[in-house]
């Protein structure tokens, strides 16, 4: 299995920070909190790993190389200026990724899920990884009903930024600037989306708040 790291995010919530590093290069537990997702990939046996790049991209190219040092190969997936959201992102990146299910984790994030987990996924569109709902998301985006996303009712979770798509979630996608969370919701309504809920550690880096909170929190060999 491949997988797809979302780094492309501008970060504007930690200005004025991200005017001079992008969020995935920032330290935390002394490495670049990218550099937790590829050391875990490594050891979860992954080994071709995309991973996307806008603002502040060329940054993230000359830190990681091409993943030799981390036991990976890397190829990078370059977007506009703005980038092209999380959809528009993956689509972009299809073309590295395969015919197969692939793991996609959001480059801002902070997590001990296993990653090895990824990969005995078996889904038709999309396996979502759901978390507890924090404080700056208390309603959640969707429901788990046994193994199975539900776009409502019963209690409702957070989507953690980590999941397994199948690419023909998007084939009938246009190419652009769209959020995947629309074409989510779509496969959910069939009933065809499965999920789990991840019990242990999970933030999102998206305020300085929350950063400090996840460096609180870290230890050095996650």
Request: aromatic content about 6%.
């Amino acid at each position: 299995m491949r997988a797809l790291i979302l780094a492309a995010g501008r970060g504007e919530r930690l200005k004025p920070l991200t005017d001079e590093i992008p969020k995935p290069l920032i330290d935390v537990a002394g490495k670049p909190l990218i550099e937790h997702h590829l050391s875990k990939l490594a050891g979860a046996g992954f080994r071709q790993i995309v991973v996307n790049l806008a603002h502040l991209g060329e940054m993230i190219r000359e830190s990681l190389g091409d993943g030799e040092k981390f036991g990976l190969q890397i190829a990078y997936s370059q977007e506009p200026e703005g980038a092209l959201e999380t959809g528009g992102g993956i689509q972009q990146a299809l073309q590295w990724l395969g015919d197969n299910p692939f793991a996609v984790i959001n480059g801002d994030i902070f997590t001990d899920y296993a990653f090895e987990r990824l990969r005995a996924v078996k889904c038709d569109r999309a396996h979502l990884v759901l978390v507890s709902n924090p404080e700056h998301n208390p309603d959640g985006d969707f429901s788990l009903d046994g193994a199975r996303i539900r776009n409502s009712g019963g209690h409702m979770h957070t989507f953690s930024g980590i999941a397994v798509y199948h690419p023909r979630l998007f084939r009938e996608c246009e190419p652009g600037r769209y959020s995947v969370v629309p074409t989510l919701r779509s496969a959910i309504s069939e009933h065809i989306v499965t999920g789990e809920l991840h019990p242990g550690l999970w933030s999102g880096v998206g305020t300085p708040e929350r950063l400090e909170s996840i460096r609180l929190l870290a230890h050095s060999d996650f």
